[in-house]
């Protein structure tokens, strides 16, 4: 038995469909999930990665765990694991935890205790997310306009179907045991040339909008914490060259090349129309 936590989410979601349509069997977590959410076949429960103890009935039965970065007891659920029988984890980090000492404290906490847990593990740690644009949904539906600070600078965004099909290669192969992979894009793009492939899919223009650092810091706010949204901004703003580059390890792992933004784009061009 497989356990994807975030099941509900752009990676899980993807990461669920993958692997129920390999006919492998699969526990979808989220705290709010019914079998609604999920393809038919694959058990759904409900469950708080901040409540390691009420994770028992979830990870009941799993050899394999996916895990993200939720919760404030990343001891606790490994822990919760292991004595489930839960043989590997599969962590979903992020790129800064390795590019950005100190800026992710919440991951590097995660990755310590999978890296600490004496059981099999791979650390998937991620750039930025194509999917970050649905943030851009609700007003490029309403006037076609997207806003962002940073509009000039470019970063290789990667498509979280990617990451979910890394981490299914990962869940159901040997030979990425320690391994701790970067996953990007295919190429950089900034966010004005982001807001223009949007565009180009849905057959409108998008009008890209300069927003300054003080309007994203406070957008961000609302739904970070204090050092994410100042490590977020800084990767935005000014990226080091190791989070400019694209990582060969999206295609090393698949053998292929990662999805470029467009493609992302073409597959989710409903949600802006
Ligand atoms: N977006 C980026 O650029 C980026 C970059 C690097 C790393 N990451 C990491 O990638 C992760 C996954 O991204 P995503 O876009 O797939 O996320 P998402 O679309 O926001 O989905 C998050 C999923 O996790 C579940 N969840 C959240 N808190 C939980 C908790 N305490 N216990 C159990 N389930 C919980 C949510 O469902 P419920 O709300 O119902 O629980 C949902 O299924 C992020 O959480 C982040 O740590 C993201």
Redesign the pocket.
């Known amino acids: 038995m497989i356990v994807i936590?975030?099941?509900?989410?752009?990676?899980?979601r993807s990461l669920v469909g993958l692997l129920a349509a390999e006919g492998l069997p699969v526990t979808a977590?989220?705290?709010?999930?019914t079998e609604a959410d999920v393809p038919a076949g694959v058990r759904a429960v409900a469950?708080?990665?901040?409540d390691p103890a009420g994770l028992r009935p979830a990870l009941a039965g799993a050899d394999a765990l996916f895990l993200?970065?939720?919760?404030e007891d990343p001891q606790g659920v490994v822990e919760a694991a292991r004595e489930a029988g839960v043989r590997r984890i599969v962590l979903?980090s992020?790129q800064g935890v390795g590019t950005r000492p100190g800026a992710y404290p919440h991951a590097a906490r995660f990755e310590e205790a999978v890296r600490g847990s004496g059981l099999v593990w791979t650390v998937l740690r991620?750039g930025?997310?194509a999917?970050?644009a649905f943030a851009w949904a609700e007003p490029v539906r309403a006037h076609r306009t997207a806003e962002a600070p940073f509009g000039d600078v470019g970063l290789p965004f990667v498509d979280?179907d990617d990451v979910a099909a890394v981490a299914a290669a990962v869940l159901r192969e040997d030979g990425h045991d320690g391994a701790t992979y970067v996953l990007t894009g295919p190429v950089a793009t900034t966010p004005r040339e982001r807001a223009a492939a949007i565009g180009a899919a849905l057959g409108e223009p998008v009008r890209f909008a300069e927003q300054t650092r003080e309007a994203a810091r406070a957008q961000m706010a609302r739904v970070m914490p204090p050092p994410v949204v100042e490590g977020t901004l800084a990767i935005l703003g000014e990226p080091t060259p190791e989070e400019r580059r694209v990582s060969p390890d999206v295609e090393r792992v698949l053998g292929r090349p990662a999805h470029p933004f467009t493609a992302w784009a073409t597959r989710n061009a409903a949600a802006f129309r």
């Open positions: 936590t975030g099941a509900t989410g752009n990676v899980g977590v989220a705290r709010r999930i469950a708080d990665l901040g993200l970065v939720a919760g979903l992020s991620s930025g997310m999917s970050n979280p």
